[in-house]
């Protein structure tokens, strides 16, 4: 792997954002709006049921980290779409990069820019409404790995969608998040979900997340052991999302659509 | 080229076929450009010209054949061959949103440049592009963008470099330039370009050779300057509305 070549991506993506602030905004504004709302929340939560339970800690605690999950997971395609939006594949795919080397570049800007909505997050929320990281400990180590993990799964299998289906289908991308969460038990128990849901829960390495969160939270006892099974679950997600892009790419070149992603509009 | 000795060729297609289904876009073509040579590739629309080009530039597989540039197979070593070609077409244009230093900064990681910030100043002069360097693609001219979209083709020093129509869209004062500093760097560099254009009054003057392309098959190829003589045409536009019109009459030969 030659590491310029991803740097270029990634360089690429800092010169978008330095140069614009409609991109640059974003990284700040929609976490601040849902810190804001969801602190509030957690306050009003708060004085009607006597603060007999955190919700602080546990709701928008859980809303921080579904949040730098779907960051992550945008970071990845957003980077992806510039090349979409400025019809660059040609230019990209013409020249000595490799696939590996085109998602590390895109990896490497999501967490970039995710990290900086990671700061943002926690200073609103630690300085506006008292969310304390010395509540969930070391684990809020593995907790940010796995969700970090995850989100860059997501992001890749995301762009591949878009690279073989065309431009248009970046709107099954969005959602994706939101499509996960009622399963990924981010708001509530895993008890809380049918049978059928909490099947499909377990396969999704952030509901490991939120469930140890809210064990620490209550007090209960929790495993760490269960994170190192959900890093390993979402290294997994990353693996099959590589895959996953690698093969939708060898079917791009086989049947041309790289070259026709530039040269005329995909539908 | 003529009465030079022959040198080791920088691009060698061999019996390249392409293949969607029933349609045979590229019928098993041979060619090979030599450094210092600038062919011309000819042919009506859907001809095979950008299919063969997309083919070369690895971003199009083959259904059969191969392709060496500088002598290394791009189906085994994709990246290592791509390093040694550079493109520009007038339908992949550089990102508008970037600026014109930081889109050759980029392509430069991408295809491994030394020294950059030397070759760029010495490329943002030779495309007279040195007061748009901080100027983003997507407000410039047709022209301009054309310039900054060759200027990023020479950036590697390639040895094979493909040139997609690469004056089309422009003033005719601004296409002379841009074929006089193109003829330039192939001189100083000894570059091999494979060269599309649907101006033959261009053809004649910047290549040395040229191949028509129909129904993705050669069926002719020489000096643009001496072809129509020898078909008792007067001009090469003649000659390429002759083979366009009656195909199988060369295909015949």
């Known amino acids: 792997m030659n590491l310029r070549r991803l740097f270029a991506i990634a360089l690429r993506q800092f010169y978008l954002l330095r140069g614009s602030a409609a991109r640059f905004l974003p990284l700040f504004a929609w976490v601040t709006i849902d810190m804001v709302l969801w602190g509030f929340m957690t306050k009003y939560l708060n004085s009607v049921t006597g603060s007999r339970y955190q919700f602080v800690p546990a709701l928008l605690g859980a809303v921080l980290f579904w949040d730098l999950m779907s960051r992550v997971m945008q970071g990845v395609t957003t980077a992806f779409f510039e090349d979409v939006w400025s019809r660059n594949f040609l230019n990209v795919f013409a020249s000595p990069i490799t696939t590996q080397e085109y998602i590390g570049g895109l990896l490497v800007s999501s967490i970039g820019t995710s990290l900086v ?3 943002f997050m926690v200073l609103v929320a630690t300085l506006a409404f008292g969310l304390s990281f010395a509540v969930y400990g070391f684990l809020a180590i593995p907790f940010v790995l796995v969700l970090f ?4 799964a997501l992001g890749i299998a995301g762009s591949a969608i878009v690279l073989r289906l065309g431009p248009a289908a970046e709107w099954f991308v969005w959602p994706i998040p939101a499509l996960l969460s009622p399963f990924a038990a981010v708001y509530y128990p895993l008890t809380t979900l049918p049978e059928w849901m909490r099947w499909i829960a377990r396969l999704l390495p952030p509901s490991y997340v939120f469930e140890g969160m809210r064990a620490i939270v209550a007090g209960r006892a929790f495993h760490a052991t269960v994170l190192f099974g959900a890093c390993a679950l979402a290294l ?10 690698a093969s939708v790419f060898r079917y791009a070149v086989k049947t041309g659509l790289i070259a026709r992603y530039s040269a005329e509009s995909v539908s | ?13 061999q019996e390249l076929r392409k293949h969607y289904g029933s349609l045979q876009a590229v019928k098993g073509i041979d060619f090979q450009v030599c450094p210092g040579e600038v062919v011309g590739l000819l042919g009506l629309n859907g001809a095979g010209k950008t299919t063969t080009i997309s083919m070369i530039l690895g971003v199009l597989e083959p259904t059969s054949g191969s392709i060496h540039i ?12 791509l390093a040694q070609t550079n493109f520009a077409a007038v339908y992949a244009p550089l990102p508008g949103n970037l600026t014109v230093y930081q889109n050759l900064h980029v392509f430069s990681l991408l295809y491994g440049v030394r020294n950059f910030a030397q070759r760029a100043e010495a490329l943002l002069e030779q495309f007279d592009l040195a007061r748009f360097r901080n100027t983003k693609c997507g407000v410039l001219s047709s022209g301009e963008q054309t310039r900054v979209g060759l200027a990023k083709a020479m950036l ?15 003033d005719p004062a601004s296409a002379r330039d841009i074929r ?21 009054y261009e053809v004649e003057e910047v290549c040395d050779r040229v191949l028509f392309l129909s129904h993705g098959d050669i069926i002719l190829e020489g000096d643009p300057k001496a072809l129509p003589g020898q078909h008792g045409l007067r001009t090469l ?7 366009a019109r009656e195909p199988w009459e060369w295909e015949a030969q």
Not at chain 2, 70 to 81: E, F, K, T, V
Not at chain 2, 156 to 162: E, S
Not at chain 2, 180 to 200: D, P
Request: hydrophobic share 50%.
């Open chain 1, 117 to 119: 909505g990671l700061v």
């Open chain 2, 1 to 13: 080229m003529a009465g030079q000795p022959p040198s080791n060729p920088v691009l060698v297609v």
């Open chain 2, 180 to 200: 006089h500093t193109i003829r330039t760097f192939v001189r100083e560099s000894g570059v091999g370009v494979l060269w599309t254009s649907h101006n033959m």
């Open chain 2, 70 to 81: 500088n002598g290394i197979d791009l189906a085994r070593h994709r990246s290592r061959a």
């Open chain 2, 237 to 243: 536009e003649e000659l390429f509305i002759r083979v």
């Open chain 2, 156 to 170: 590697n020093r390639p040895c094979v470099l493909l040139l997609d129509e690469p004056t089309a869209s422009i």
């Open chain 1, 149 to 152: 993990l995850f989100g860059l």
């Open chain 1, 236 to 245: 997994v997600y990353v693996l099959l999302a590589y895959w996953f892009f």
